[in-house]
Nanobody
Framework: QVQLAESGGGLVQFGGSLRLSCAAS????????MAWYRQVPGKERELVAS???????NYADSVKGRFSISRANAENTAYLQMSSLKPEDTGVYYC??????????????????WGQGTQVTVSS
């Protein structure tokens, strides 16, 4: 089994900063990619940022230049540094990871895993 544990959400004022963390644990052989998604009520979950195992990053246009995703491969952890926050950044942020799992029967193909979500609220 694999678990993703998120932390770092909260309430921040317009222009402030927050840092989200996502730690993966369990029977992990490797993590191909990690990403952060955001969801607000009534809307679909949207990709905010992603990072591959070799460090290639991708960002939604709305957060480019303000957010930075990074990962500590040895710790199976990803971070999302959010700066210059705006009210429209408000939402529940979910960590996602494509993880290759190892078990007593061997190594399995990559599967998607999700964290429980952490609320980020930006006040104007």
């Amino acid at each position: 089994q694999v678990q993703l544990a998120e932390s770092g959400g909260g309430l921040v004022q317009f222009g402030g900063s927050l840092r989200l963390s996502c730690a993966a644990s369990g029977s992990i052989f490797s993590i191909k990619s990690m990403a952060w998604y955001r969801q607000v009520p009534g809307k679909e979950r949207e990709l905010v940022a992603s990072i591959t195992s070799d460090g290639t990053t991708n960002y939604a246009d709305s957060v480019k230049g303000r957010f930075s995703i990074s990962r500590a491969n040895a710790e199976n952890t990803a971070y999302l540094q959010m700066s210059s926050l705006k009210p429209e950044d408000t939402g529940v942020y979910y960590c996602n990871a494509a993880i290759v799992v190892v078990s007593t029967s061997g190594i399995h193909g990559a599967h998607d895993y999700w964290g429980q979500g952490t609320q980020v609220t930006v006040s104007s």
